[in-house]
T-cell receptor, first 112, second 114 residues
Framework: DAGITQSPRHKVTETGTPVTLRCHQT?????MYWYRQDPGHGLRLIHY???????DKGEVSDGYSVSRSKTEDFLLTLESATSSQTSVYFC???????????FGEGSRLTVL | QQQVKQSPQSLIVQKGGISIINCAYE??????FPWYQQFPGKGPALLIA?????SEKKEGRFTISFNKSAKQFSLHIMDSQPGDSATYFC?????????????FGSGTQLTVLP
């Protein structure tokens, strides 16, 4: 299995609070992605990174920001969480753009 | 705007039967069509993929059929087993541009009855 660790795996928070999800990889892959998974919508790309400090927006980036200060870490931040951001968040990595994606096990976020 | 439409949303098949999941796309510039398999509580994992220059690809019990003119592709699971019970996602990748990211279908939850 690809070395991808997401933390936290589960989080419950209240509307308006900031939340940061962390993705850590040990594969030294260049590309990293954050997706959200919701019933009926499949997987939707939030943001992705193509190198340290190089990031770009995906399909559903509003309300989210990301940072990548090291190759191995990709952070997803919800500055002020809303109930519509209740979802399962997946980090993925790939060597090429995009080749095969390797996914983490997900972080389930509930915003009350 | 959903560029990859997947059906059915759920599918129940008897053990030994054939499972068929269909996807249709709108963007003719897609050049890579993977299928991902996801078990409960896990992240998706690549199952099989095809490029549009071939009409079929088979790996074990899993086959992708691709119809470029109809802009459709499908996953066939032969001799379906209870262990195949999972959610399946089709996806497509643009052939050029800065956003060569995968666009996923909405997923199909497959249940194979013993």
């Amino acid at each position: 299995d690809a070395g991808i660790t997401q933390s936290p795996r589960h989080k419950v928070t209240e509307t308006g609070t900031p939340v940061t999800l962390r993705c850590h990889q040990t594969e030294n892959h260049r590309y990293m992605y954050w997706y959200r998974q919701d019933p009926g919508h499949g997987l939707r790309l939030i943001h992705y990174s193509y190198g340290v400090k190089d990031t770009d927006k995906g399909e559903v980036s509003d309300g989210y920001s990301v940072s990548r200060s090291k190759t191995e870490d990709f952070l997803l931040t919800l500055e002020s969480a809303t109930s519509s951001q209740t979802s399962v968040y997946f980090c993925a990595i790939s060597e090429s753009s995009p080749g095969e994606l390797f996914f983490g096990e997900g972080s389930r976020l509930t915003v009350l | 705007q959903q560029q990859v439409k997947q059906s059915p949303q759920s599918l129940i098949v008897q053990k030994g039967g054939i499972s068929i999941i269909n996807c249709a796309y709108e963007n003719t510039a897609f050049d890579y069509f993977p299928w991902y398999q996801q078990f409960p509580g896990k992240g998706p994992a690549l199952l099989i993929a095809i490029r549009p220059d071939v009409s079929e690809k088979k790996e074990g019990r899993f086959t992708i059929s691709f119809n470029k003119s109809a802009k459709q592709f499908s996953l066939h699971i032969m001799d379906s087993q209870p262990g195949d019970s999972a959610t399946y996602f089709c996806a497509a990748r643009a052939s050029s541009g800065s956003a060569r990211q995968l666009t996923f279908g909405s997923g199909t939850q497959l249940t194979v009855l013993p």
